[in-house]
């Protein structure tokens, strides 16, 4: 039976792909984007198999509006995925109240409101997939990317709650946390904040190492694509998937330091609780 996906961001990047993937087998998307036009070409090649829709993803009330009307277009929505987002650089002081408030509205407030809007559907359907598209940056934390990873970090452990919350009304849930992928997150899609002295080891190497196109990802979006088309008919989905090899090897890496740095202070953790 052909699925109903709900995609944020499906012009570009790692949304258009998937939007491309779910069309190609034979589902139905409601892609969304700011400027749906950018979608003209899947609308004309998939005709009543796409419905484009306008959104951005911090206007709660097209974001309701966006949810119904693909109600009332397909009946259903099988398979929701958060995946609009940007990313900053630059050192935590740096940024001004309006590019953090912009960072948290977009990788974090977002989806958390499209889920919620969503999950009343699928809670009724007693089904539903749900994938939330965060970052390796949600999992292991990196100089220059306070505010994008704070973000993100809020959305994988959003997920993790929601998916031990639902899963007895046969909703499933994955973060997906995808290290460097050929998109343009590192490039157009980049944004920066105000330089501030004092961090020329730490930030401005982050920085440059950006601007200098020097980033080469390795993921490739249509295959990571073509894996999240296949994970929503798994039975038991995980709950975190990491993609690609590069952030495999920073998870494996994190895991082993935080295992160490566990262990080194666990008599000072187990010495808290009450005298017996």
């Not at 258009?16 to 087998?25: F, G, I």
């Not at 809007?117 to 089904?127: A, D, I, T």
């Not at 090897?249 to 953790?269: C, G, H, S």
Request: glycine share 8%.
């Amino acid at each position: 039976m052909a699925k109903i996906w709900f995609i944020t961001g499906s012009s570009r990047g790692l949304g258009r792909s998937l939007t491309e993937a779910a069309l190609a087998k034979g589902d139905f998307v409601a892609a969304t984007a700011r400027n749906p036009a950018q979608l003209k070409d899947l609308a004309d090649k998939y005709a009543d198999h796409i419905f484009p829709v306008t959104l951005d993803v911090t206007n709660y009330q097209q974001v309701k509006q966006a949810v119904e009307d693909t109600i009332a277009r397909f009946g259903r929505i099988d398979v929701l995925v958060n995946n609009a987002g940007f990313g900053i650089t630059g050192a935590a002081e740096a940024f001004t109240d309006e590019e953090v408030r912009n960072q948290l509205e977009t990788n974090l407030y977002a989806p958390i409101e499209i889920t919620r809007v969503v999950l009343p559907y699928m809670r009724k359907q007693r089904s539903g997939s749900i994938l939330q598209v965060s970052s390796i940056g949600g999992r292991v934390a990196s100089i220059g990317l306070t505010m994008y990873q704070s973000a993100k970090f809020g959305l994988s452990g959003f997920s993790e709650a929601l998916a031990k919350e639902v899963a007895h009304l046969g909703i499933k849930v994955t973060a997906v946390e995808p290290g460097g992928f050929s998109t343009d997150w590192a490039g157009d899609s980049m944004t920066y904040a105000k330089h501030v002295e004092g961090y020329e080891p730490s930030v401005d190497t982050r920085v440059d190492f950006f601007k200098s196109g020097k980033f080469v990802p390795k993921g490739n979006p249509e295959k990571a694509a073509r894996v999240l088309v296949d994970l929503v008919d798994h039975p038991e989905p995980p709950v975190h998937l990491i993609l690609g090899s590069d952030a495999a090897a920073i998870m494996k890496q994190a895991a082993t330091a935080r295992q160490e740095e566990f262990e080194k202070w666990l008599p000072v953790t187990v010495s808290t609780d009450e005298d017996k």
